[in-house]
């Protein structure tokens, strides 16, 4: 079985925890790093004990005959032109959420891909914790039933502590709590209740001196395409540790983040635990990159999808759009329909 060849581009705080999930293992190698700072791409190679290239353009990377996969940790304002270009060299892709950054981009990433023959995965790391994975598998084995209310909340303090916060914050790149964050908790509701068909959302500042260009909270209702209704917020700026709290009631049963009571059951009285990984750090280095690599390259070996492809992710960006119109514009606003995009 031959290695993998991966190039991240990025050195930041996510691109590190990919590239530690890459040189672990024994089917693939880091064999580059895409920095226009080739010194500090250097030291960050060196503190994570590995060795491999530095390239000073991306274009070179994508270029490489050697070159199999495209990790893109960079600014969501690049992810447009390097999608596209890594997808007709034919280079598998990691994306980093974002996926983009507005519609016209999302749309022409999508066409590019199609058009080839690349595995993607985006970064949407929940959907590989633990807890997430015992929920999905509840919800499979139908002890919850149709689920006609889910409401999940992203609150994460993201401030100058982090390095990323000097772009984050922007509108240009940060673009919207639920663009810059909250898309987590929308595409959680996606994975356990399935698509979402209509948004009503509002947004507010935290402190009238706050450094961020965009209303940094906002909460969102949705209709589901089962029926149902959801609800999801998001707060960057807030006096509280990280919480990324689950609440699913269905007809059978419902979950509270990693406590379930299901029909399954029939002699439970209340709330039975599930001692699990939960959610429950904002640190990238408690996040599941691993598993979600190795779903990656399972996905390139075997000629299948990933858990959360490009084109599944695709639709929880449209969701997190659709809010920021409805915040816009003051009205509901309708998720275009899978497959019209």
Known sequence: MSILRF??????????????AIDQ??????????????ERAG??????????RVFERYEDAVQDANVDVIVLCSTPG?????????????K????EKPLAMNRDDLRAMGDAIESSSVKTVAGFVLRWNPSFANTKALIDDDALGRIFMAQIDYWHFVGPQYRQYVWSKTKALG???????????????????????????????????????????????????NGGIGKVSSS????????????????????M?????????????????????????????????AEEIADFIQAIRNDVKTRCDFSDALRSMEVAFAIDESIASGKSVQVPAAGSQ
């Open 78 to 90: 690049q992810r447009r032109e390097q999608t596209i270009l890594a997808a007709q060299h034919d």
């Open 43 to 52: 030291a960050r190679l060196a503190e994570l004990g590995i060795d491999a």
């Open 236 to 255: 960057l700026e807030c006096k509280t540790p990280y919480k990324f709290n689950v609440h699913l009631l269905g007809e059978k049963g419902a979950i």
């Open 7 to 20: 190039v991240v581009a990025g050195t930041g705080w996510v691109a590190g925890e990919y590239l530690k």
């Open 257 to 289: 983040n990693n406590q379930f009571f299901s029909h399954k059951l029939p002699g439970q009285t209340e709330y039975a635990t599930i001692p699990t990984i939960l959610p429950d750090s904002g640190d990238v280095s408690h996040h599941p990159f």
């Open 175 to 225: 673009g919207s709590s639920m663009l810059s964050a909250g898309c987590h908790a929308v595409d959680a509701v996606r994975y356990f209740a399935g698509e979402i068909t209509e948004v009503t959302a509002y947004s507010c500042r935290t402190w009238a001196d706050s450094d961020y260009e965009f209303d940094p909270n906002a909460i969102a209702i949705f209709k589901l395409s």
């Open 92 to 95: 598998h892709l990691v994306l």
């Open 25 to 38: 293992r024994q089917d693939a190698e880091v064999y580059g790093i895409v920095s226009a700072n080739k």
